[in-house]
């Protein structure tokens, strides 16, 4: 079994930062790339931004700029730090991994539960 925990979400006013962290734990045999999601209720799930295990990172255009994501290989961790925060930003988090099991399984989408960020004007 494969868990993803995130934590760091929370309350900010606009202008100011957070920083999320997620850990994949459980059986782990390699992780690919990692992840940060949001959701809109009632809209599907955007890429925030996304990283290889080598360290290339693709961007939302809304918050490039403001958003840097960075991992751990060793820790098994993804972290997003948020910056000049606006109440847009206002949203559930989810932290995703594409993790395989063993040597010779497949690669699958694993998700955390989600963190809420709120951003007051």
């Known amino acids: 079994q494969v868990q993803l925990v995130e934590s760091g979400g929370g309350l900010v006013q606009a202008g100011g930062s957070l920083r999320l962290s997620c850990a994949a734990s459980?059986?782990?045999?390699?992780?690919?790339?990692m992840g940060w999601y949001r959701q809109i209720p009632g809209k599907q799930r955007e890429l925030v931004a996304s990283i290889t295990s080598g360290g290339s990172t693709t961007y939302a255009d809304s918050v490039k700029g403001r958003f840097t994501i960075s991992r751990d290989n060793a820790k098994k961790m993804v972290y997003l730090q948020m910056n000049s925060l606006t109440p847009e930003d206002t949203v559930v988090y989810y932290c995703?991994?594409?993790?395989?099991?063993?040597?010779?399984?497949?690669?699958?989408?694993?998700w955390g539960q989600g963190t809420q960020v709120t951003v007051s004007s």
């Open positions: 995703n991994a594409r993790i395989a099991t063993n040597w010779n399984s497949p690669v699958y989408d694993y």
């Open positions: 459980g059986r782990i045999f390699s992780i690919n790339a």
